[in-house]
Nanobody, 114 residues
Framework: QVQLVESGGGLVQPGGSLRLTCAASGFTVNSYAMTWYRQAPGQERELVALITRAGDYTNYLNSVKGRFTISRDNAKNTVYLQMNSLKPEDTAGYYC???????WGQGTQVTVSA
């Protein structure tokens, strides 16, 4: 059974940092490209970051380039999203997903506010 469990969200001041974790089970993360999405209230879910199966290529939403870093630990079957220099517009629920698998976790809420 495929499961994705996101954690690490919270309330942070503008300019702060958070590290999100996505623990996967029921499949191996190194068999898929892995992605992070986010969805703010009243907004469409949008792709934030992607890392290929081999981990040799990453891509980011333009508004987070240079601030967010996606990575994976195949031994732990886990994917991370390091978020630095957070802005209020980064406030959203964050979700991870394996490309090609139609499964979503419960997400983790990130709120950036003074």
């Amino acid at each position: 059974q495929v499961q994705l469990v996101e954690s690490g969200g919270g309330l942070v001041q503008p300019g702060g940092s958070l590290r999100l974790t996505c623990a996967a089970s029921g499949f191996t993360v190194n068999s898929y490209a892995m992605t992070w999405y986010r969805q703010a209230p009243g907004q469409e879910r949008e792709l934030v970051a992607l890392i290929t199966r081999a981990g040799d290529y990453t891509n980011y939403l333009n508004s987070v380039k240079g601030r967010f870093t996606i990575s994976r630990d195949n031994a732990k079957n886990t994917v991370y999203l390091q978020m630095n220099s957070l802005k209020p517009e980064d406030t959203a629920g964050y979700y991870c997903r394996a490309a090609g698998l139609d499964y979503w976790g419960q997400g983790t809420q990130v709120t950036v506010s003074a």
